[in-house]
């Protein structure tokens, strides 16, 4: 799947407004002009399910110009197109947009937690795993746990759905007894001695996933 500077993220309506979008009904368009005036470029985005949606036009034929999102095609003055269109959609999703990566009942209930108790908000440090997060201790910058989305089938499940998991800090003298590879498994990308993952999709109850969040706040005080 290709990333886009729009997955995993959800419009800001009122900021849509004030960059320029128009409401139409309950969707809204963007129509600005890139390379010199060669091309318009508009942005549609739906507003009952925040889609977005471009197009790229030729200024004097009104045409539709496509060659930017060929991945094959080249030459310079496709790649200054190519350049030029995602600059201005690159800005709209910085400017625009917030992070919505983690949907789920328990996802949202762990960050609600961590939010209400160490003041911890999500940080997405890598632009091209948007999907990717952590957050960390504010009085020495460790990380206490890490958020991400992968299918099941990474942690070793017979299964291809995409799930939420988090990461934990844990003390290696308990890991072997907690880890299972049904519930609990191994850190995924992480310390495999040092950090335990679970699925946020209702197989760990929210009360005990908190339990190991504290946990692990305080295993990187350390």
């Known amino acids: 799947m290709k990333i886009t500077c729009f997955d995993f993220k959800s419009p800001d309506y009122k900021k849509l407004e004030s960059y320029g979008f128009i409401r ?3 969707n809204y368009g963007y129509i600005t002009q890139i390379l010199n005036g060669q091309f318009e470029l508009r942005v549609d985005i739906d507003g009952e399910n925040g889609k977005v949606k ?8 009104g045409e539709p110009y496509t060659l930017h999102l ?3 095609a080249g ?3 496709v790649g200054e197109v190519r350049e030029a269109f995602g600059y201005v959609l690159n800005n709209i999703a910085e400017k625009c947009f917030k992070n919505d990566v983690f949907k789920g009942d328990c996802a949202r209930a ?5 939010r209400n108790k160490y003041g911890g908000e999500l940080e997405f440090l890598w632009s091209g795993f948007p999907s990717n997060a952590v957050w960390r201790r504010k009085d020495n910058n460790k990380w206490y746990g890490v958020m991400l989305t992968v299918a099941k089938s990474k942690l070793g499940l017979n299964s291809d759905e995409v799930v939420n998991i988090i990461d934990l800090r844990i003390n290696p003298e308990h890991l072997d007894k907690l880890v299972d590879g049904v519930k609990y498994f191994r850190g ?9 993952t679970m ?3 209702g197989s760990v ?4 996933i908190c339990g190991y969040i504290d946990a692990s706040y305080l295993l990187a005080k350390k």
């Open 188 to 196: 995924y990308h992480m310390n495999k001695k040092h950090w335990f």
């Open 110 to 114: 762990v960050i609600e937690y961590v």
């Open 70 to 72: 060929v991945d094959g």
């Open 205 to 208: 109850p929210v009360e005990e």
């Open 54 to 61: 471009t197009g790229l036009f030729d200024a004097g034929s």
């Open 75 to 77: 030459g310079a003055f």
């Open 199 to 201: 699925c946020l999709d």
């Open 24 to 26: 139409n009904g309950q």
